[in-house]
C-alpha cells in the first residue's frame, strides 16, 4: 500500500514566522509531488509542485525535495494569519493509463498566530 | 477563466437511494479525476478520464460506483443504493496535460453527499 505520512498538527507559528511542513512517502517511483492548501469546508487549492531534487521557491513558498529519504517539504516564509489552513501533501503512484493518479497525505493544519 | 464546475454542491439522499454528481472540467483539460474526501482525510482516488474513456477506475470502492464522460467534457458520477458510508465530499479534478506524471490538477468546489 502507497502511503503519504503528514504529521496532523496542529502547527501554530507566531506571525512572520517561518512555517515548516513535512510529508514522507513510500513509493520509491513516485515522480511528482503537490502541495495543496485547503481551508475549512473548502477544496484543495494547488500551490506548488516539485519534480526533481533540491529547493523550488516561488514567492514566500519553498518546496523541497529529497528522493532518496522520500521526503518532500514545504517552507512558508514570513506567515500570515491568512495561511492559517491544512495544507496536504500528494504524491503521484505512477501514471496508469496515461494520468496522474495522486496519493494524499492526511494534511497537517498550519495556525499562524496573531 | 472559469474553473472546475460542481453540481450540486450538496446532496442529501436516503439510504438505498440513486445519486448523480455532475463535474464540468476546465474548458480545453482533457484530464478528469474524481477523488472523495472523507472528514479529517486527504482525497482519496476514485477514477481518471482521459477523453471519454475511464483509463483507471482502480478506486472505485465496488460495482455500485460508475462514472461516465460521453463527450469528453463534463463527467457525471453515479452511486446506485446509496450507504451512510458514501457520505464524503466528492472532488473533481481536471488536467490539460494528457499523459505522464506533471499534470497539475485543478479542484472543484465539490459535492458533499450526505445519506441519511
Known amino acids: 500500500q502507497k502511503e503519504v505520512e503528514q504529521n496532523s498538527g496542529p502547527l501554530s507559528v507566531p506571525e512572520g514566522a517561518i512555517a515548516s511542513l513535512n510529508c514522507t512517502y513510500s513509493?520509491?517511483?513516485?515522480?511528482?509531488f503537490f502541495w495543496y492548501r485547503q481551508y475549512s469546508g473548502k477544496s484543495p487549492e494547488l500551490i506548488m509542485f516539485?519534480?526533481?531534487?533540491g529547493d523550488k521557491e516561488d514567492g514566500r513558498f519553498t518546496a523541497q525535495l529529497n528522493k532518496a529519504s522520500q521526503y518532500v517539504s514545504l517552507l512558508i516564509r514570513d506567515s500570515q494569519p491568512s495561511d492559517s489552513a491544512t495544507y496536504l501533501c500528494?504524491?503521484?503512484?505512477?501514471?496508469?493509463?496515461?494520468?496522474?493518479?495522486?496519493?494524499f497525505g492526511t494534511g497537517t493544519q498550519l495556525k499562524v498566530e496573531l | 477563466g472559469a474553473g472546475v464546475s460542481q453540481t450540486p454542491s450538496n446532496k442529501v439522499t436516503e439510504k438505498g437511494k440513486y445519486v448523480e454528481l455532475r463535474c464540468d472540467p476546465i474548458?480545453?483539460?482533457?484530464?478528469l479525476y474524481w477523488y472523495r474526501q472523507s472528514l479529517g482525510q486527504g482525497p482519496e482516488f476514485l477514477i481518471y478520464?482521459?477523453?471519454?474513456?475511464?483509463?483507471?477506475d482502480s478506486g472505485l470502492p465496488n460495482d455500485r460506483f460508475f462514472a461516465v464522460r460521453p463527450e469528453g467534457s463534463v463527467s457525471t458520477l453515479k452511486i446506485q443504493r446509496t450507504e451512510r458510508g458514501d457520505s464524503a465530499v466528492y472532488l473533481c479534478?481536471?488536467?490539460?496535460?494528457?499523459?505522464?506524471?506533471?499534470?497539475?490538477?485543478?479542484f472543484g468546489p465539490g459535492t458533499r453527499l450526505t445519506v441519511l
Open positions: 479534478a481536471s488536467s490539460a496535460n494528457s499523459g505522464g506524471p506533471y499534470g497539475e490538477q485543478f
Open positions: 513509493d520509491r517511483g513516485s515522480q511528482s
Open positions: 516539485i519534480y526533481s531534487n
Open positions: 500528494a504524491v503521484n503512484e505512477g501514471f496508469t493509463g496515461g494520468g496522474n493518479k495522486l496519493t
Open positions: 474548458s480545453g483539460h482533457t484530464a
Open positions: 478520464f482521459q477523453g471519454t474513456g475511464a483509463a483507471d
